[in-house]
């Protein structure tokens, strides 16, 4: 009797390819997220510049741009809650979510502010410069994520790239590279802002991006609402202040943290936040329509280069053994 002949097997995938293949693309959607998170915050700087003004011809206080913004993202974060009736967090939520309002909704902004006031934002980016590396590495340690040594190598390498750039273009200007109080409130800045982001993202595996920094801005309600209030501006602002203010209570307080928490989900903390080492470049070409500065040939060539210390990176980003 013939023999029948054999069904065809189901093609095998002993190595995963299809988990693999979503993990890239998640991986992907991350970093793109990512860079989208850190264009809208870019115009951070100007926006802050423009709102505070500076101790020749002050606008609004530091005081109350930190927690003014604070106040209008948790006012709209708490009609968002309420519309789609959110569950509250857990309790293990409770420290990442903490850490969050500690980081980025009092510390970054309001040292970065302060810093302002005295010094040129080209002198505040060599030190906030140094963010996607202080990110990575408390990123390493708070979410135990390893990277291939390679990695660490490229990270390296943007941050000095960006530094040497923030070093030669405020030199250009005149202003130098003096260490004082406001390169330790930069300092400060770069500290609170890394662990911020770090904790939010944790928050982020379980709650999503648009909660998590919905209930960090919520959170500090009780005790931005009724300051910013306090600290309501007596004297006239200028309708640019005003304008800056309004830039960092929507889109660097709230709808930027959309992007960016999902993005580090997605792509990993420690990969995306690489992408900050793009936000000077960023900050300059915001700054040529806003402040009317020119976009030179070596902001190409240092953003050219930084750009590639990402992309290396993002390869060599596999987990060590």
Same mark, same amino acid.
């Not at 013939?2 to 995938?13: G, T």
């Given at each position: 009797?013939?023999?029948?002949?054999?069904?065809?097997?189901?093609?095998?995938?002993?190595a995963?390819?299809?988990?693999?293949?979503?993990?890239?693309?998640?991986?992907?959607?991350?970093m793109?997220? &990512?860079?989208?998170?850190?264009?809208?915050?870019a115009?951070?700087?100007?926006?802050t510049?423009?709102?505070?003004?500076?101790?020749?011809?002050?606008?609004?206080?530091?005081?109350?741009?930190?927690?003014?913004?604070?106040?209008?993202?948790?006012?709209?974060?708490?009609?968002?809650?309420?519309?789609?009736?959110?569950?509250?967090?857990?309790?293990?939520?409770?420290?990442?979510?903490?850490?969050?309002?500690?980081?980025?909704?009092?510390?970054?902004?309001?040292?970065?502010?302060?810093?302002?006031?005295?010094?040129?934002?080209?002198?505040?980016a060599?030190?906030?410069?140094?963010?996607?590396?202080?990110?990575?590495?408390?990123?390493?340690?708070?979410?135990?994520?390893?990277?291939a040594?390679? $990695?660490?190598?490229?990270a390296?390498?943007?941050?000095?790239?960006?530094?040497?750039?923030?070093v030669?273009?405020?030199?250009?200007?005149?202003h130098?590279?003096?260490?004082?109080?406001?390169?330790?409130l930069?300092a400060?800045?770069?500290?609170? &802002?890394?662990?911020?982001?770090?904790?939010?993202?944790?928050?982020?595996a379980?709650?999503g991006?648009?909660?998590?920094?919905?209930?960090?801005?919520?959170l500090?309600?009780?005790?931005?609402?009724?300051?910013?209030?306090?600290?309501?501006?007596?004297?006239?602002?200028?309708?640019?202040?005003?304008?800056g203010?309004?830039?960092? &209570?929507? $889109?660097?307080?709230?709808?930027?943290?959309?992007?960016?928490?999902r993005?580090?989900?997605?792509?990993?903390?420690?990969?995306?936040?690489?992408?900050?080492?793009?936000?000077?470049?960023?900050?300059?070409?915001?700054?040529?329509?806003?402040?009317?500065?020119?976009?030179e040939?070596?902001?190409?060539l240092?953003?050219?280069?930084?750009?590639?210390?990402?992309?290396?990176?993002?390869?060599?980003?596999?987990?060590?053994?």
């Amino acid at each position: 009797m013939n023999p029948q002949p054999a069904l065809p097997l189901p093609p095998l995938d002993p190595a995963g390819t299809g988990a693999a293949e979503r993990r890239r693309r998640d991986e992907t959607r991350g970093m793109w997220l &990512g860079v989208l998170g850190v264009a809208m915050f870019a115009a951070t700087l100007p926006m802050t510049r423009l709102a505070t003004g500076t101790q020749d011809a002050p606008q609004l206080s530091p005081w109350f741009l930190t927690l003014g913004r604070a106040a209008l993202a948790g006012l709209l974060s708490a009609a968002v809650l309420l519309a789609v009736r959110a569950p509250l967090p857990r309790r293990h939520h409770w420290l990442p979510l903490g850490m969050g309002v500690a980081g980025n909704v009092l510390g970054y902004p309001l040292l970065l502010a302060i810093a302002l006031r005295t010094v040129p934002s080209s002198h505040a980016a060599v030190v906030t410069a140094l963010m996607p590396l202080a990110t990575a590495a408390i990123a390493a340690l708070v979410l135990r994520q390893r990277a291939a040594r390679g $990695f660490w190598w490229c990270a390296v390498a943007g941050a000095a790239l960006v530094v040497l750039f923030a070093v030669l273009r405020a030199a250009r200007a005149g202003h130098g590279f003096l260490p004082g109080l406001p390169d330790l409130l930069l300092a400060g800045a770069v500290l609170t &802002g890394s662990l911020g982001y770090v904790y939010g993202a944790r928050a982020t595996a379980e709650l999503g991006a648009e909660r998590t920094i919905c209930w960090i801005t919520v959170l500090s309600l009780p005790a931005t609402l009724p300051c910013a209030l306090w600290l309501w501006p007596q004297q006239p602002v200028a309708a640019s202040a005003w304008g800056g203010f309004l830039y960092c &209570g929507l $889109f660097s307080m709230w709808i930027g943290f959309f992007a960016w928490y999902r993005g580090l989900a997605l792509g990993g903390t420690l990969r995306v936040s690489q992408t900050q080492l793009l936000q000077p470049f960023f900050a300059i070409l915001f700054a040529v329509p806003l402040l009317g500065e020119p976009l030179e040939p070596v902001t190409l060539l240092f953003a050219g280069g930084v750009i590639a210390t990402v992309l290396l990176g993002r390869r060599l980003a596999r987990p060590a053994p």
